[in-house]
T-cell receptor, first 115, second 113 residues
Framework: AQTVTQSQPEMSVQEAETVTLSCTYD???????LFWYKQPPSRQMILVIR??????QNATENRFSVNFQKAAKSFSLKISDSQLGDAAMYFC????????????FGAGTRLTVKP | EPEVTQTPSHQVTQMGQEVILRCVPI?????FYWYRQILGQKVEFLVS????????KSEIFDDQFSVERPDGSNFTLKIRSTKLEDSAMYFC???????????FGSGTQLSVL
């Protein structure tokens, strides 16, 4: 079964600095999707960024980028120029390209942004 | 951007009562999901729904749970006899097609007393 591991329960970053959140996953499948979701105190799940495993190029969305290392099964999220509004829980998630129905989430990393 | 709408935002019920959580997926979407998140824990998959039937369900989704798409717009999750451990945030999600972006609703916080 696929598992997603986030080894950092909490992280903090100074406003305007850069922070990297770690995620590793375990799978035997060759094609899949990886996601980072942000969950602010409102508890809404907001998609931050998505990576398709067959694409070698790392996905970027404005200040958010990923470092996707397929062989190492690592998928870290880098937030540049951190803003106070970035403070939230961040969940890494995996979804198979073959079995689309089941998205697996990591346990989450709580990010604090210090002014 | 289109939104998945969930009502109510907060539901309080007594143990043993039935609850129905409601979701309005995005109108042209074909795939529908329910997830739950117990406070402080990870988000867990419950069930997926396509073409008017359940396509997959997790071990959490036992006989106490059911889903329905009674009309062309609503997608409901029913818990027949709630237990204390059903207290969680329940998220509905929808998707236009396989491998398309998954849109989450803002969740319904269910509190079972």
């Amino acid at each position: 079964a696929q598992t997603v591991t986030q080894s950092q329960p909490e992280m903090s970053v100074q406003e305007a600095e850069t922070v990297t959140l770690s995620c590793t996953y375990d799978t035997s499948e060759s094609d899949y999707y990886l996601f980072w979701y942000k969950q602010p105190p409102s508890r809404q799940m907001i998609l931050v960024i998505r990576q398709e495993a067959y694409k070698q190029q790392n996905a970027t969305e404005n200040r958010f980028s990923v470092n996707f290392q397929k062989a190492a099964k690592s998928f870290s999220l880098k937030i540049s120029d951190s803003q106070l509004g970035d403070a939230a829980m961040y969940f890494c998630a995996y979804r198979s390209a073959f079995r689309n129905n089941d998205m697996r989430f990591g346990a989450g990393t709580r990010l604090t942004v210090k002014p | 951007e289109p939104e998945v709408t969930q009502t109510p935002s907060h539901q309080v019920t007594q143990m043993g009562q039935e609850v129905i959580l409601r979701c309005v997926p995005i109108s042209n979407h074909l795939y529908f999901y329910w997830y739950r998140q117990i406070l402080g824990q990870k988000v867990e998959f419950l069930v997926s729904f396509y073409n008017n039937e359940i396509s997959e369900k997790s071990e959490i989704f036992d006989d106490q749970f059911s889903v329905e798409r009674p009309d062309g717009s609503n997608f409901t999750l029913k818990i027949r006899s709630t237990k204390l451990e059903d207290s969680a945030m329940y998220f509905c999600a929808s998707q236009a097609g396989l491998n398309e972006k998954l849109f989450f609703g803002s969740g319904t916080q269910l509190s079972v007393l």
